[in-house]
T-cell receptor, first 113, second 115 residues
Framework: ETGVTQSPTHLIKTRGQQVTLRCSSQ?????VSWYQQALGQGPQFIFQYYREEENGRGNFPPRFSGLQFPNYSSELNVNALELDDSALYLC????????????FGEGSRLTVL | AQSVTQPDIHITVSEGASLELRCNYSYGATPYLFWYVQSPGQGLQLLLK??????LVQGIKGFEAEFKRSQSSFNLRKPSVHWSDAAEYFC?????????????FGKGTLLTVNP
């Protein structure tokens, strides 16, 4: 139990639609990262937010966007869904300091038809 | 850019047997290295990490890993595997000193434990 919760757990969309995934961070964590895990692959870094500002981005197109709110919860938005966006989306929170440990939620499984 | 290779996609061991999962990384400087475990229906959990110092690091659940700079490796070991260790294991590298916690993961090794 990491204290990081994600919603929804599963969802199905069609190509071209838009989706919003939500993440509630562990208490006291002001940094949230999003990862995409395609079937049979390791997680890939999408972006990170620190104190409501984007603080690093992976190799994902602009149709992947995010928000972090004052309570440090976060959203991942994906526009113009493509079939290849089908994946498990993982949110991870962390806090300032030397541990550099990420605390992951259980993920949101997105299927694009 | 850094990369991580986990050569074994799937490993099967018997309960009580020893385990070694391989990980090789590519990174120019001294990396921060991690092993995470993902059980079905659960998020990733940190097993152990290496930043500097002693190259043999101990983690949770009886796991350990050894950093070998000359081989660019960070292999995970456990002397006696339990059935509950069945899961997928991911090795990851982070750019040391970076301002964000961007991890580059390997593709994972699926561990099956036979009774």
């Amino acid at each position: 139990e990491t204290g990081v919760t994600q919603s929804p757990t599963h969802l199905i969309k069609t190509r071209g639609q838009q989706v919003t995934l939500r993440c509630s961070s562990q208490s006291g964590h002001n940094t949230v990262s999003w990862y995409q895990q395609a079937l049979g692959q390791g997680p890939q870094f999408i972006f990170q937010y620190y104190r409501e500002e984007e603080n690093g981005r992976g190799n994902f197109p602009p149709r992947f966007s995010g928000l972090q709110f004052p309570n440090y919860s976060s959203e991942l938005n994906v526009n113009a869904l493509e079939l290849d966006d089908s994946a498990l989306y993982l949110c991870a929170s962390s806090f300032p300091g030397g541990t550099r440990e990420l605390f992951f939620g259980e993920g949101s499984r997105l299927t694009v038809l | 850019a850094q990369s991580v290779t986990q050569p074994d996609i799937h490993i099967t061991v018997s309960e009580g047997a020893s385990l070694e999962l391989r990980c090789n990384y590519s990174y120019g400087a001294t990396p921060y290295l991690f092993w995470y475990v993902q059980s079905p229906g659960q998020g990733l959990q940190l097993l152990l990490k290496y930043f500097s110092g002693d190259t043999l690091v101990q983690g949770i659940k009886g796991f350990e890993a050894e950093f070998k700079r000359s081989q660019s490796s960070f292999n995970l070991r456990k002397p006696s595997v339990h059935w509950s260790d069945a899961a997928e294991y991911f090795c990851a590298v982070e750019e040391s000193g970076g301002s964000n916690y961007k991890l580059t993961f390997g593709k994972g090794t699926l561990l099956t434990v036979n009774p």
